[in-house]
């Protein structure tokens, strides 16, 4: 997990020598508010994230300014989105009282270390950062090399250096981060699409709740055409654990027959639950949903029915350093003997890889098929091509079939810390309607704190016309 660094850099530190660890004194000498600190971040890397959040609160408190701006720094990393307004402005009021001292040098290399890119946080800037309070502290800045660079060397020298608490959870660790949850995040997202209308979500995303390991989605929504969803998933922590979900929504939908479109009133409700097993990279989750749905206001038809979810994720990082892949497969149905309105077995198996691709691009490629298999199946249980997730260029649900395949190849390239830039071509089979062709490029504005929050927007074309979409989140 090496990093590289610019070029000035790695040639400044080469004619430098890198930092100079020296003879190290025989203990540390921290004050007050830096032993809260190093409590923290013992307990960070031992993954008791309330025991981190409470010493980095007190370390906050202290009077020494180095040791407020890394409590700041920290408390970034799980106060969600106001911890930029709140944490943020406080940091950087510490770190403008801190103007000379080792502990003030890695104060600063904290700052580019634990802050958002999207403010500034440079990894050449905490390399810099850390070589000046490398003599002086040399087992602290020895911690934070690592952290910048992934050296295993690093990693060596550290054991036989006086450390802080950083130090002593990368020793407890091997150097490996603990799975950092990350932040809950409340956002804004825009969402539209032809046939769906123009409009936005808000979204709550807390992948940390109580401070142990559990997630929360929550969202909002609506469009100009009139459509409006509000909806909740919950997944438990654990090796062995727990899901649950609940969706309400109304959309008008468009139902094409050959080139006539026709409109129709959909209110559904939904609710699901169902256990779970992770195991490595496997996860398999199944369940039932209680369904009910409504076509131009007639009567409730239910969709009751058992599921099941397999997946396998390798997927690591987010945005340009995205890589890896996985596959899933999902199972679902509505049975008669449970109050379905109609028997229905669905099937849903998706691929999705991530390479590293030219100019520091990331070319990411997905395969999916779709299947609603019954001889009654109402339509608006039926796959569809067009909108914002299959066949961009097509208005939404502009193909509906019993069985659908789709090919996505999409080449994304990072050119700010904010700004992502993507061009991709796409393409759908559905039976009886056969094979329509789509492409098209786009831009995402990538948001604090976590570099997953993507507004994206793209125009795309297809052999149904071309079309501007809207959405929160890469497209896959």
């Known amino acids: 997990m090496t990093r590289s660094l610019p070029a000035w850099t790695a040639l400044a530190a080469a004619l430098a020598g890198g930092p100079a660890f020296g003879a190290p004194p025989d203990a540390l000498v921290l004050s007050a508010g830096m032993e809260a600190v190093s409590e923290g971040d013992r307990a960070w890397w031992a993954q008791d994230r309330r025991t981190a959040a409470s010493a980095w609160r007190r370390a906050a408190a ?86 910048i660079l992934g050296d295993p060397a690093d990693l060596a020298d550290l054991a036989a250096l006086p450390r802080d608490g950083l130090g002593d959870g990368l020793l407890a660790t091997g150097g490996t981060p603990p799975p950092t949850p990350g932040t809950w995040s409340l956002g804004l997202g825009l969402l539209g699409a032809p046939g769906l209308g123009y409009g936005g979500a808000i979204r709550f995303v807390h992948p940390d709740l109580a401070w142990a390991g559990h997630a929360l989605h929550a969202e909002a929504g609506a469009t100009t055409r009139g459509n409006g969803w509000s909806g909740v998933a919950f997944v438990s922590a654990g090796r062995i654990h727990g899901v649950a979900s609940a969706r309400a929504s109304r959309a008008d939908i468009d139902v094409w027959h050959g080139d006539a479109r026709s409109e129709v009133r959909l209110d559904g409700l939904a609710a699901s639950a169902g256990p779970g097993l992770r195991a490595g990279d496997w996860r398999i989750r199944a369940g039932g949903t209680a369904r009910w749905d409504a076509v131009d206001s007639g009567p409730l038809v239910g969709g009751h029915g058992p599921w099941v979810a397999l997946a396998w994720d390798r997927t690591r990082g987010s945005g340009a350093e995205r890589r890896g892949g996985g596959v899933a497969l999902e199972v ?20 999705r890889g991530y390479a590293g691709g030219p100019w520091g691009s990331v070319l990411a490629g997905r395969l999916l098929g779709r299947a609603a298999l019954g001889p009654d199946a109402p339509f608006h249980r039926l796959p569809a091509a067009g909108g914002a997730d299959v066949l961009r260029g097509a208005p939404d649900g502009r193909w509906r079939g019993p069985v659908l395949a789709a090919a ?65 989140g890469e497209a896959f």
Request: charged content about 20%.
């Open 408 to 472: 996505d190849l999409e080449l994304r390239r990072r050119v700010s810390h904010s700004i992502e830039v993507a061009v991709f071509g796409d393409g759908a089979w559905v039976r009886d309607l056969g094979v329509h062709p789509g492409g098209g490029a786009g831009v995402r504005l990538v948001l604090p704190p976590r570099g997953l929050d993507v507004v994206r927007l793209d125009v795309a074309a297809s052999d149904a016309g071309w079309a501007v979409i809207t959405g929160f």
């Open 332 to 351: 679902g149905s509505a049975l008669p003997a449970l109050g379905a309105g109609y028997p229905l077995v669905t099937l849903a198996p998706t691929i």
């Open 62 to 147: 202290a009077d020494d300014p180095a040791a407020v701006a890394m409590a700041h720094l920290r408390l970034l990393q799980v106060s969600g989105n106001l911890g930029m307004m709140v944490h943020g402005p406080r940091a950087d009021r510490a770190l403008a009282a801190c103007v000379e001292g080792p502990w003030c040098a890695l104060a600063q290399a904290d700052r580019h270390l634990f802050a958002p890119p999207q403010v500034g946080a440079r990894s050449a800037e905490a390399f810099l950062a850390t070589g000046r309070a490398a003599r002086a502290l040399p087992g602290p800045a020895c911690a934070r090399r690592f952290l």
